[in-house]
């Protein structure tokens, strides 16, 4: 089994709304040095192994997980390691 | 003319939607489950709003994907008038029947409120009933309306009069270029954030959005009689 990482953000030419309400609330909280925040997703899947699930989870964030029209997204496959 | 209102596990609109074609028009009009796959015999395709798939991952991602969507998809290709409002204009993103994606709000409230819009374009099946640049009163729910697309988008949307509706006054949710609707290319598909089925009668506080529903009764009467006698 693969455990596979999935990182979603918003594209830098989107404004972010929540980023911005939370960095209000951290500069409210007098963490100044915070400059920008930006929210994103994070989703785990777990997948059986193939050769080719770099291609499958591409398709699966081109079709389902991004929105690719706001969105990016990267990932990290990892070995499933079971105790 | 008969017509669909699709129902997903978390639409709320669907009645009124119903409504407004039934007792509005005075038409055919049946609920179909998200789970069907064929629309055939149906003349129009209503995707009402609501929290399909309680909004999960995104408005209208899941829902996309669902058993009936070929069909609207299909329906869509084939030239029917295809209506997403609220929760259904985010699905057509979602399917690509429409550019663009929606953001939450900029203010990131949920907005419930009757706004203002400007009809930005009067030719169009869904739009003959009103005035060009006439200022209408149409209810507004939404959290995620926030209207997005890339500057080659917006331009091809400018250029060929594919915006529809637009916020007149202040802008509730920071769409781009204030737009409250959009039109595809061929035009018989459009997704509005505002509600008209919520409008469709004096008695809910305003029947502006009444005409939208007459004008694509028109736009089919006048269609299908054009088939039969040419």
């Known amino acids: 089994m693969k455990k596979v990482k999935v990182f979603i953000t918003l594209k830098e030419s989107v404004l972010d709304p929540q980023g911005q309400a939370v960095m209000q609330s951290l500069h409210n909280m007098d963490y100044k040095a915070v400059k920008d925040v930006r929210i ?18 591409d398709t699966i964030c081109d079709q389902l997980l991004a929105n690719t029209v706001i969105e990016n997204y990267r990932y990290e496959v990892e070995e499933e390691v079971h105790s | ?67 009936i969507m070929p069909a609207v998809i299909k329906a869509a290709k084939e030239g029917k008038p295809v209506l997403g409002v609220c929760n259904g204009f985010q699905i057509l993103l979602e399917a690509g029947l429409l550019p663009g994606a929606m953001l939450k709000n900029k203010h990131l409230k949920f907005i419930c409120e009757t706004v203002n819009l400007q009809v930005k374009n ?90 939208l529903f007459q004008s694509i009764l028109n736009h089919w009467r006048e269609s299908t009689h054009a088939a039969y006698t040419s």
Not at chain 2, 9 to 25: F, H, R, T
Not at chain 2, 50 to 64: M, N
Not at chain 2, 134 to 158: M, S
């Open chain 1, 40 to 57: 994103g997703k994070y989703i785990e899947l777990q997948m059986e192994d193939s050769a080719d699930v770099a291609e499958q989870v």
């Open chain 2, 1 to 67: 003319m008969k017509t669909a209102v699709i129902v997903f596990p978390g639409s709320n609109c669907d009645q009124d939607m119903y409504y407004a074609i039934k007792d509005g028009l005075d038409e055919e009009v049946d609920y179909v489950w998200h789970a069907e796959t064929s629309l055939d015999g149906y003349d129009a395709i209503m995707i009402p709003g609501g929290f399909s798939y309680g909004d999960y991952l995104r408005s209208g991602a899941i829902a996309r994907f669902a058993g």
């Open chain 2, 122 to 211: 009067n030719d169009t099946q869904f739009t003959k009933l009103y005035n060009q640049d006439e200022v209408i009163r149409i209810p507004i729910a939404h959290g995620e309306g926030n209207y997005f697309c890339d500057d080659e988008t917006l331009k091809e949307l400018q250029e060929n009069n594919r915006i529809v509706f637009t916020y007149s006054g202040e802008n509730p949710n920071g769409s781009r270029a204030d737009i409250a609707g959009i039109i595809n290319e061929a035009g018989n598909v459009l997704g509005m954030m505002p509600h008209p089925e919520r409008a469709a009668d004096a008695l809910l506080g305003s029947d502006d959005g009444l005409r």
